[in-house]
């Protein structure tokens, strides 16, 4: 088994479990936003980038700070929060995350994993897959089966 590095794991949990959410009916209008029966690219992107910022806005303000961000990522470098500042007063709006995870393919590696079978777009074989392939351990390490 091949061990994945603990960020990525809980991005790639975080994604699906998210994505698994797409699936219920009263959400797929939601997450599903041109109604295709699919998730693209774009929409797995955005779907993350609010699930992770609705995570660090901890007081719900809609703005991440740098203190809230370094609670919930405490072994991360300021720099990674001064890069998706991108205005530089001291809070993450959520448009601000979603232009920098666009701008710098923030989510092009988890979205890879996420489409199992490659033709650009998340669906439910696709998580399904996935959630069988990869498990977590109870020190919260991911192994590919």
Known sequence: MKPIPSLRVVMLVGASTALVSCTTPSLTSVCDTDQDGRLSRSEVEVLLVDTIHKNEDANR?????????????????????????????????????????RTNGTFDKVIADLDGDGDGYVSGPDLEAFMKKHTLDSSGTSSTK
Do not use: Y
């Open 61 to 101: 303000d809609g703005k991440v700070t740098a203190a809230e961000w370094q609670a919930v990522n405490p072994n991360d470098d300021a720099s990674l929060f001064s890069a998706r500042d991108l205005n530089g007063d001291g809070a993450v709006t959520l448009e601000e995350a979603r232009s920098h995870a």
